[in-house]
């Protein structure tokens, strides 16, 4: 579950989830005015949603932060749109690599092992809801500190594979070299083929 407490009594959210609701902590009963406009997404390969705590970030150098890894770092490239909600204001993170060997990191890097590298973006959302189009290796939410957090997430997204493509070769075969050929035919007597007539 992720609790989000706004501390008011109006407002609207940008929500992902299985079910929504609205609660108190009081014991008082209380009335609420509601108009929700949602879209519901089967899960599939290409849309995933779930709600998950947060970990301690495994890059080296983050040992202190808390991350929820949506799209673990990959090859391939990931594309979409991200929905979240969580319980306290997260920044959105995407991997770009891994870099080559021959390349340099930017300031912001991400290292697991410090030899698989990734250049990070890094936004902070300074909020715990909304939504991001991404694109990258990997996709998670972060927090610069120790404390767990959970979150609520929805993710359309398409995977595009950044294999290099082999060029194709029409492939010729050459004829087999062959020599002069002798093919007998045999026509009934009085058959005449046309323009092998007999002239006087």
Known sequence: MTFVDPQTSMGSWVFTGNALAVHTLS?????????????????SDTVLSGTIESMQDPGLGHETHQIVIILPPSDNTYGGVLTYSASEPIQLITLNGPLGSDETPDDLFWTPDGTTIFE?????????MGSWKFSGN????HTLNTNGFSSSYSVVTTVELMEKEE??????????MTGPVTVEVSL??????PGCEETN
């Open 167 to 176: 060029v194709m070769k029409p492939e010729v075969e050459s004829p087999a």
């Open 138 to 141: 990997g996709l998670a939410l």
């Open 27 to 43: 014991s008082d009963q209380f009335t609420v005015s509601y108009s929700v406009s949602y879209m519901e997404k089967e899960p």
């Open 120 to 128: 990070l973006t890094f936004i902070d959302t300074k909020s715990a």
């Open 188 to 193: 009934p007597s009085g058959t005449s083929v």
